[in-house]
């Protein structure tokens, strides 16, 4: 009997895992939709709004070239870590902390890199090994893009102060709810158009391009941030509803495992018993 009291609790036990993460599956599944809308909408116009503002940049030559096109020898480089403030998301937060070290480690090897983190859990583990100089993961209990805004515009004051000579994003790129892509990206300086690619310029501009430029690369820029926040945001979403759907499912499995090996037990036990009456029977009538 102690073996089929055990089994019951572990089915109790599982099942009630099973009715939590089924609840998280559709909280998330439920955000998703409205994270998904979000970055579906918003990133035609962003990457087109960066690649106009690329091939205007490097029309632009000399004194009228925007300081955010400055290209320097790299010595310090700034990384953007972009995760999540929770867990239960697969390996959607470890991947950050895996790209950023490597990062760390290979690409810039012999650089002096920092961090600025944005999410609780890649703070967590990059601040004890790396030098973090911010961690903005305030910015998930209100994600805005005037709270994105400010964040860009210290990024921007960095790089113009010569404090950093290269500022790079590292982020996860949603592409559906099962396929998240880290994702690297070259914040400042703004990255010169290559080859072909470049947009025609032949036009008259109303004010001049080096106005325009001015006034617009920084709103490129922290748009192209929200961009990437907002991008991790439903990837993050999208991770953690297959892995709470992938989760919910094993806890079926076991669940329903563990309620064959109780009807088993408790098909024994019954036959045992029925065994000890007729067997008592049988002594009773020698």
């Known amino acids: 009997m102690a073996n089929l009291k055990e089994l ?37 116009y ?3 709004l960066t690649e106009l503002l690329q091939s205007l940049s490097a029309s632009l030559e000399g004194d009228s070239a ?10 310090k480089v700034l990384v953007v870590a972009i995760a999540s403030n929770r867990g239960l998301a697969g390996a959607f937060n470890s991947n950050i ?10 690409v810039y090897s012999g650089k002096q890199v920092e961090f600025v983190t944005i999410g609780k859990k890649v ?20 994600l805005t893009f005037t709270n994105v805004a400010d964040i860009a515009e210290e990024l921007m004051l960095h ?23 880290v994702t690297t990206e070259q914040f400042l300086p703004i990255k010169p158009v290559e080859g072909d690619t470049q947009v025609n310029l032949d036009y008259i501009f109303e004010p001049s391009k080096e106005e325009i430029v001015e006034e617009l690369i920084p709103k490129s820029l922290k748009t192209q941030l929200y961009k990437a926040i907002r991008d991790s945001f439903a990837s ?26 109780y009807n088993k037990a408790r098909q024994a036990s019954i036959t ?15």
């Open 8 to 44: 019951r609790s572990r089915i109790t036990s599982v099942s009630s895992t099973m009715q939590i993460t089924s609840a998280m599956k559709m909280v998330s599944a439920a955000k998703l939709n409205k994270a998904q809308q979000a970055i579906t909408a918003m990133r035609p």
């Open 46 to 48: 962003a990457d087109k």
């Open 66 to 75: 925007s300081v955010y096109s400055e290209q320097r020898e790299v010595q």
């Open 97 to 106: 902390v895996k790209a950023s070290k490597e990062l760390y480690e290979h």
């Open 123 to 142: 703070n967590d583990i990059v601040s004890k090994t790396h030098t973090v100089i911010a961690n903005k993961s305030e910015v998930f209990d209100e």
């Open 159 to 181: 790089f113009t102060k010569g404090s950093y000579d290269k500022i790079v994003v590292v982020y996860n790129k949603f592409k559906n709810a099962a396929t998240q892509i």
């Open 236 to 261: 993050e979403h999208g991770a953690r509803m297959t892995a709470m759907h992938k989760a919910t499912d094993n806890a079926t499995e076991l669940r329903d495992s563990l309620k064959l090996q």
């Open 272 to 286: 045992n018993e029925i065994l000890e009456i007729v067997g008592g029977a049988e002594a009773l009538n020698n």
